[in-house]
């Protein structure tokens, strides 16, 4: 299994930024696929995950990010619009199997994990 997170970058407040995670090594519909987001110091946390199509989000990013697959590409994208310099992190993309039921952003469920892709929001 393999994850290729991309898509960080600088933007200012306000920007829209497109995260992708390629996934790889698995038959993608069996499996949810999250993403993360980390700050030195701090834990990981949860920002949306998606399985079977139907993404969930934290409380942080409601109405802010939505997150989408691609079948096809074996794809996850986290479109992420009205950023705000509390969501500069690492985002990391990450996967368990799912068996085709609703996902869960909590951490301890992930058994895979991409790089990080660093974004950066400026004031």
């Known amino acids: 299994v393999q994850l290729q997170a991309s898509g960080g970058g600088l933007v200012q407040a306000g920007g829209s930024l497109r995260l992708s995670c390629a996934a790889s090594?698995?038959?993608?519909?069996?499996?949810?696929i999250g993403w993360f987001r980390q700050v030195p110091g701090k834990e990981r946390e949860g920002v949306s995950c998606?399985?079977?199509?139907?993404?969930r989000y934290e409380d942080s990013v409601k109405g802010r990010f939505t997150i989408s697959s691609d079948n096809a590409k074996n794809t996850v994208y986290l479109q992420m619009n009205s950023l705000k310099p509390e969501d500069t992190a690492v985002y990391y993309c990450?996967?368990?199997?799912?068996?085709?039921?609703?996902?869960?952003?909590?951490?301890?469920?992930?058994?895979?994990w991409g790089q990080g892709t660093l974004v950066t929001v400026s004031s």
């Open positions: 090594g698995f038959t993608f519909d069996d499996y949810a």
């Open positions: 990450a996967a368990y199997w799912a068996g085709r039921t609703q996902c869960t952003s909590k951490k301890r469920f992930y058994d895979y």
């Open positions: 998606i399985s079977v199509s139907v993404g």
